[in-house]
Nanobody, 126 residues
Framework: QVQLVESGGGSVQTGGSLRLSCAYS????????MGWFRQAPGKEREAVAVIDNGGFASTAESVKERFTISKDSRKNILYLHVDSLKPEDTAMYYC????????????????????WGQGTQVTVSS
């Protein structure tokens, strides 16, 4: 099993920034790809950024200019830096890990075959 624990969410005003963290542990050798997802109330979950074991990252076009994914393999932490936040960024943010072709498209279809954290809430007020 792989354990994932997110943190760093909170309430911020429009234009603010946050750094989300995802501490991972366990049988991580079973995975080659990690990613951040978000789900707003009444909306489908979407993948926003992914990164493979080699450090190659991809970010969804809708947030590409504002979100940055990174990973510290020594500390076993996955990060998502979110800048210039907008009210429409309000959502529960999750990290996940899997053994898949590491693209936004592939990870977007990730379900029970992946490992998931419990999420951290981001709320952006205008």
């Amino acid at each position: 099993q792989v354990q994932l624990v997110e943190s760093g969410g909170g309430s911020v005003q429009t234009g603010g920034s946050l750094r989300l963290s995802c501490a991972y542990s366990g049988e991580t050798w079973k995975t080659n790809c990690m990613g951040w997802f978000r789900q707003a109330p009444g909306k489908e979950r979407e993948a926003v950024a992914v990164i493979d074991n080699g450090g190659f990252a991809s970010t969804a076009e809708s947030v590409k200019e504002r979100f940055t994914i990174s990973k510290d393999s020594r500390k076993n932490i996955l990060y998502l830096h979110v800048d210039s936040l907008k009210p429409e960024d309000t959502a529960m943010y999750y990290c996940a890990a899997a053994f898949v072709r590491c693209t936004i498209t592939t990870m977007s279809g990730l379900g029970r075959s992946g490992y998931w954290g419990q999420g951290t809430q981001v709320t952006v007020s205008s």
